[in-house]
């Protein structure tokens, strides 16, 4: 579960051996977890998180999209 970006307590990570599902990142926070697509960004599930936090979660993955796309990009090839 390669980390690829630690910001604000939340952790950003793929899975290894998800490459037949399209691009995307999992997110912790404590016992929180999210899911999210990477194109176009959108959300598929968030569990024990607030609203606030799970708001921030997508914003942060919109900034840094392109970002995950390559280290997608890069886990897969491995």
Known sequence: MP???LSE???FFFFSREGNEPPHV???KGDGVAKLWLSPVSLVYARGLTRPETRRIR???TEHVQYFIERWNQH???
């Open 26 to 28: 999992h997110v912790q």
């Open 3 to 5: 980390t690829v970006l």
């Open 76 to 78: 897969l090839r491995r």
């Open 9 to 11: 307590g939340f952790r």
């Open 59 to 61: 914003e942060l993955t």
